[in-house]
């Protein structure tokens, strides 16, 4: 058993559209301090990231749509051209030296793909990428290059494996599932919020890919406000049943934490418990399908205080194999950050569940979900 690597460097948190914005790589920085104020990553464990190249880039984007981020990032480029490419929206606007900063994240994401299959390890994880909702010719819904899109076809063009897409962010990874929609080399699944309420609106049970790859895209929306039980036991049923159909070389995992019930962007319900069970049965699933090959991303996370280092971390320690630490967070951790935060700072690893509100609904929505779950299980099932 090889020991996983984290691929970590400071230049990644400048993905930054403005000081507003709410995607904030700065819980990368946050995540990866309490790791290591916990003991649990070390200097030895980091792996510093690599640009990727315009040729990687080529492999699912298009190139006028590189060089059009390239111009917005340096100012060049009309009002226009840039609403064509998805570039300058409320939800995606440009900033300076945007190429090269995104292109960073792209990397990142690669150099974790490379570490595990050119043998130096089974598992890596680059919390800086998952840009699930960038498309081949536009931007959309804070992606600009879609990391994970582009490590996916390195990994099918170089080195011949097959890839199973896992995303567990509360949006639909719609990017990825279109890129992917007409071939039967890559599986996506993606479980999420249903679309009726949330961006982008896709990822009904009813997308199963077209042409050869008819039914190796595979979409769980959940109804909102769903809580833990109903969501574990959709994922867990589900994913391994997609395993067993596609029989993958290799996971990839994207792993938003949004579906937080305390992230100010969603309207779902889970906790601690899930995000904690979620990366321990993908793990176990690796080693049990996959010879313990694993990569993992991130994702969305927009309470960056209250929610996404806790719940990151536990990836990490998924991949190392330790289980979820209870009590106080580490000392320094609080120190460092507990008098920054504009709000309510947590002091244990767990969620203390004292904001937590019972779902009036919780039957009526946990029997929906389970009515969507046969459903895609019959779909899974098909031969």
Same mark, same amino acid.
């Given at each position: 058993?090889?020991?996983?690597?984290y691929v970590y460097d400071d230049s990644?948190?400048?993905?930054?559209?403005?000081?507003?914005?709410?995607?904030?790589?700065?819980?990368?920085?946050?995540?990866?301090?309490?790791?290591?104020?916990?003991?649990?990553?070390?200097?030895?464990?980091?792996?510093?990231?690599?640009? @990727? !190249?315009?040729?990687?880039? $080529?492999? #699912?984007?298009?190139?006028?749509?590189?060089? %059009?981020?390239? =111009? *917005? /990032?340096?100012?060049?480029?009309?009002?226009?051209?840039?609403?064509?490419?998805?570039?300058?929206?409320?939800?995606?606007?440009?900033?300076?030296?945007?190429?090269?900063?995104?292109?960073?994240?792209?990397? @990142? !994401?690669?150099?974790?793909? $490379?570490? #595990?299959?050119?043998?130096?390890?089974?598992? %890596?994880?680059? =919390? *800086? /990428?998952?840009?699930?909702?960038?498309?081949?010719?536009?931007?959309?819904?804070?992606?600009?290059?879609?990391?994970?899109?582009?490590a996916i076809e390195h990994i099918r063009?170089?080195?011949?494996?097959?890839?199973?897409?896992?995303?567990?962010?509360?949006?639909?990874?719609?990017?990825?599932?279109?890129?992917?929609?007409?071939?039967?080399?890559?599986?996506?699944?993606?479980?999420?919020?249903?679309?009726?309420?949330?961006?982008?609106?896709?990822?009904?049970?009813?997308?199963?890919?077209?042409?050869?790859?008819?039914?190796?895209?595979?979409?769980?929306?959940?109804?909102?406000?769903?809580?833990?039980?109903?969501?574990?036991?959709?994922?867990?049923?589900?994913?391994?049943?997609?395993?067993?159909?596609?029989?993958?070389?290799?996971?990839?995992?994207?792993?938003?934490?949004?579906?937080?019930?305390?992230?100010?962007?969603?309207?779902?319900?889970?906790?601690?418990?899930?995000?904690?069970?979620?990366?321990?049965?993908?793990?176990?699933?690796?080693?049990?399908?996959?010879?313990?090959?694993?990569?993992?991303?991130?994702?969305?996370?927009?309470?960056?205080?209250?929610?996404?280092?806790?719940?990151?971390?536990?990836?990490?320690?998924?991949?190392?194999?330790?289980?979820?630490?209870?009590?106080?967070?580490?000392?320094?951790?609080?120190?460092?950050?507990?008098?920054?935060?504009?709000?309510?700072?947590?002091?244990?690893?767990?969620?203390?569940?004292?904001?937590?509100?019972?779902?009036?609904?919780?039957?009526?929505?946990?029997?929906?979900?389970?009515?969507?779950?046969?459903?895609?299980?019959?779909?899974?099932?098909?031969?």
């Open positions: 058993m090889t020991s996983p690597l990644l948190l400048k993905y930054r559209f403005h000081s507003k914005h709410p995607f904030n790589q700065m819980r990368l920085k946050m995540t990866t301090d309490l790791l290591m104020a916990s003991g649990h990553l070390s200097a030895s464990d980091i792996i510093k990231p690599r640009e @990727a !190249t315009d040729e990687e880039l $080529e492999l #699912v984007h298009k190139s006028d749509f590189i060089e %059009a981020v390239k =111009l *917005a /990032g340096e100012g060049k480029l009309s009002e226009e051209k840039m609403e064509s490419y998805g570039l300058n929206t409320e939800d995606t606007p440009s900033f300076e030296g945007m190429h090269e900063k995104s292109r960073m994240l792209v990397g @990142a !994401t690669l150099s974790a793909v $490379e570490a #595990v299959m050119d043998g130096r390890t089974d598992k %890596a994880l680059s =919390l *800086a /990428g998952g840009l699930h909702h960038g498309f081949s010719g536009r931007a959309s819904g804070f992606c600009i290059y879609n990391d994970s899109a582009v063009k170089k080195y011949g494996k097959r890839v199973l897409y896992i995303d567990t962010d509360a949006h639909h990874g719609d990017g990825v599932q279109w890129i992917f929609y007409d071939t039967n080399e890559v599986m996506t699944y993606s479980i999420h919020e249903t679309g009726r309420y949330l961006f982008p609106g896709t990822g009904s049970l009813t997308e199963r890919g077209t042409e050869e790859g008819f039914g190796f895209a595979v979409n769980l929306p959940v109804d909102a406000f769903t809580e833990d039980e109903s969501f574990l036991e959709i994922f867990k049923e589900t994913f391994e049943a997609a395993i067993r159909k596609f029989q993958p070389d290799v996971i990839f995992s994207q792993n938003g934490v949004d579906a937080h019930f305390r992230d100010p962007m969603t309207h779902l319900a889970l906790t601690s418990r899930t995000f904690e069970e979620i990366p321990r049965f993908v793990n176990e699933m690796a080693d049990k399908y996959t010879d313990g090959k694993w990569i993992a991303v991130g994702g969305g996370g927009y309470n960056i205080w209250q929610v996404v280092p806790r719940m990151w971390s536990q990836i990490w320690l998924s991949m190392k194999g330790i289980p979820a630490p209870r009590g106080p967070l580490p000392e320094a951790f609080m120190d460092q950050y507990g008098p920054k935060s504009p709000v309510d700072f947590p002091r244990n690893w767990e969620d203390v569940l004292t904001d937590y509100n019972d779902i009036p609904r919780r039957e009526e929505i946990s029997e929906k979900n389970r009515s969507m779950l046969t459903r895609a299980m019959l779909h899974l099932e098909e031969q």
